[in-house]
């Protein structure tokens, strides 16, 4: 279509101003000089100074970037492990369960997967006495554990697109597995993986349903710690928040989408 | 014939001794004897799942054989892995390792391969030297056009110095005009090298060009293996003759009686006379395979006689240095024709629907039983 349709102008404008507009109205509120939320008095940044001061939401934030990296990384490493097991073996006994296992996680409903989570911690407490009591670890190691489905399918995607025969090609040439695997397969699929930590990265920092269920004393990332305080009435503070919040997550989402958008170009270049 | 392999004289290069491939239930490739002789260019030459990569890929060890074994200078690798295998391979998708630039992909066999650091710059450029590639060392794969990454493909696949190249359709990406000088190139690289090419391809027109020696294969079976030029003269069934150049095809009935056997001929409505001995049974039915080029056109239509025809002309399609005529027999089967000399007077004045008569000599026609 070389010329657009004035009507579908109209619905794509439409469907973003749904989208948007209530994203930009909190991002204005949050320049709000005035202490009650709802009722407009002047530009002021005095809510980020204030947002910074408050050392409960630094914490939580702070809490929240450390379970974010370390559920994204230890997520990416086993669910690359999944990816590439599903995409590059044979078919082997149980392969199509197994997909299907991998990627359960993703369709589950949160609350399952954090009740699910909570009963595991507390038996393997019971057992072996290990993770001790909920904390930092028990949403790290859950949150790792959504990760690592969401990376798996991003990379098997990524994986079963990609010629096998440049693996073959490295051991026609003298090289041996696991040797072939960190010099040709990895950074041939190294912006999947970077795609996937950050998509890992994101969902465990919007987590609130899961990390609720298994955090403890200590351990209550950002999403928790605004919940409750909203629970006592929205703060002009908490629209500063939201909007760090998306400034973040938007740097994130973009990242992720030029690198997918770069690996492909360069895949498209490899074919013609 | 496939079971020449079996026959005792020097020893081969590279022997396939009865090697089978079965996926689950499929036969890729059936029972299959070959060797190859040091320094030759073999060409595998089969259609779409006909097996012949699959062969390609357990001479390479990529695949593990059913059965059967594979020697090399009468050395067992059946079951050697592809790493330590003295064969390398050319991939059809070239296969390069599209983080690194051209030198060092050519270079990662040498790597695996531990060659001292100055000996490995030298060889690589000595590559890219042989694949008039020179300038191009620093670009990655996605730089370089279609050709060139072919060519870095072969560069990176004689690095290791290999015993046997393996080449997996090298040319069915290139378009047609890049492919003809690319055929040359790749035979003049091999006779420089002096290395054993065996190259899959299912285009029979690049098997004639290139190989020294041409196997056919089909149903995962190797069906004949000959040179171009006997194969092209000698096809062992229909199949082949029709595969390899253009054919027409007399089906004919033997009949035998005591020691002589004549052959008749529904299409041709005659007799058919062939120089050859095999012995016929009564009742047999067999066919008699003439090369469009080796099938005489006459004006002007008298007499029955062996090896001889009346039909109508039915299609001229002139194409400057050779002419295309299809004529159809009494009997309706079409014959095609390829004239190749100037037309003289008589011919000239042709026009379809003219009645003509089509003859060949015996010496000319190839009997087949199969």
């Known amino acids: 279509m070389s010329k657009r349709h004035p009507l579908v102008l109209l619905m794509a404008g439409f469907g973003y101003a749904i989208l948007y507009i209530p994203i930009l109205i909190m991002i204005i509120y949050s320049f709000n000089s005035s202490k009650l939320v709802t009722v407009w008095a002047g530009w002021s940044t005095k809510w980020y100074g204030e947002l910074l001061a408050n050392g409960q939401l630094a914490e939580a934030a702070w809490i929240s970037l450390k379970v974010g990296f370390w559920s994204a990384t230890i997520g990416v490493v086993f669910g690359t492990m999944i990816g590439y097991a599903l995409a590059r073996f044979r078919r082997f006994r149980g392969k199509l369960f197994l997909n299907g296992m991998a990627t359960a996680p993703i369709v589950m409903p949160e609350v399952v997967m954090g009740l699910s989570l909570l009963l595991l911690f507390i038996s393997l407490e019971n057992l072996i006495g290990w993770p001790a009591g909920r904390g930092l670890l028990t949403v790290i190691i859950a949150h790792a554990t959504v990760g690592m489905a969401f990376v798996a399918v991003v990379i098997q995607g990524r994986l079963s697109e990609s010629d096998i025969s440049i693996e073959e090609a490295a051991m026609d040439l003298g090289a041996r597995q696991p040797y072939i695997f960190f010099t040709i397969t990895l950074p041939v699929i190294m912006p999947a993986i970077i795609a996937g930590w950050l998509l890992a990265f994101t969902l465990s920092f919007d987590d609130l349903v899961i990390a609720s269920f298994v955090s403890g004393p200590g351990s209550s990332t950002l999403p928790i710690v605004i919940f409750s305080k909203v629970r006592l009435g929205v703060t002009p503070e908490i629209n500063a928040l939201a909007t760090i919040i998306v400034a973040v997550v938007a740097i994130g989402v973009i990242a992720a989408n030029w690198l997918a958008l770069r690996s492909e170009a360069s895949r498209n270049t490899d074919d013609t | 014939m496939a079971d020449k392999a079996e026959e005792s004289g020097p020893k081969p290069f590279l022997r396939i001794h009865n090697i089978s491939k079965h996926f689950a239930d499929v036969r890729a490739v059936d029972e299959v004897s070959l060797d190859i002789q040091q320094g030759e260019f073999f060409c595998l030459l089969g259609g779409s799942g006909s097996g012949k990569s699959t062969l390609l890929r357990m001479i390479a060890g990529l695949e593990t054989a059913t059965s059967g074994h594979i020697e090399i200078e009468g050395q067992d690798v059946t079951n050697v892995p592809p790493w330590n295998r003295p064969v390398n391979m050319m991939f059809q998708s070239y296969a390069l390792f599209p983080h690194m630039n051209v030198e060092k992909n050519i270079a990662f066999g040498l790597k695996q391969d531990n060659w001292p650091k100055a000996e490995m710059d030298a060889r690589v450029q ?209 014959v095609r024709i390829t004239i190749s000399e100037h037309w003289d007077e008589d011919e000239a004045k042709l026009k379809l629907g003219d009645a003509v008569q089509i003859s060949f000599e015996k010496r000319a026609a190839r009997l087949l039983v199969e």
């Open chain 2, 126 to 334: 000595e590559l890219l030297d042989l694949v008039q590639l020179g300038e191009y060392g620093k670009r990655k794969p996605n730089q370089l056009s279609g050709g060139q990454r072919q060519r870095v493909a072969l560069a990176r696949a004689l690095a290791r110095k290999p015993k046997v190249l393996l080449l997996d359709e090298p040319l069915s990406a290139l378009d047609k005009k890049l492919r003809e000088e690319t055929q040359r190139q790749l035979v003049a690289i091999q006779k420089e090298i002096g290395t054993t090419f065996i190259m899959v391809t299912h285009d029979q027109e690049e098997a004639m060009s290139i190989a020294t020696r041409i196997g056919v294969m089909d149903e995962a079976r190797l069906i004949q293996v000959e040179a171009p030029r006997e194969m092209y003269e000698r096809p062992a069934n229909k199949m082949i003759a029709g595969f390899i150049g253009q054919v027409n095809l007399f089906e004919g009935k033997v009949s035998r009686k005591g020691k002589t056997q004549t052959i008749t001929s529904m299409d041709t409505g005659s007799l058919l006379e062939v120089v050859d001995n095999t012995k016929l049974e009564d009742g047999q039915v067999v066919w008699i395979a003439v090369r469009p080029e080796r099938v005489l056109l006459k004006t002007n239509p008298k007499g029955r006689a062996a090896n001889k025809a009346n039909g109508k002309l039915t299609d001229i399609m002139y194409l400057g240095g050779i002419t295309h005529i299809q004529v159809t027999l009494d009997s309706g089967s079409p």
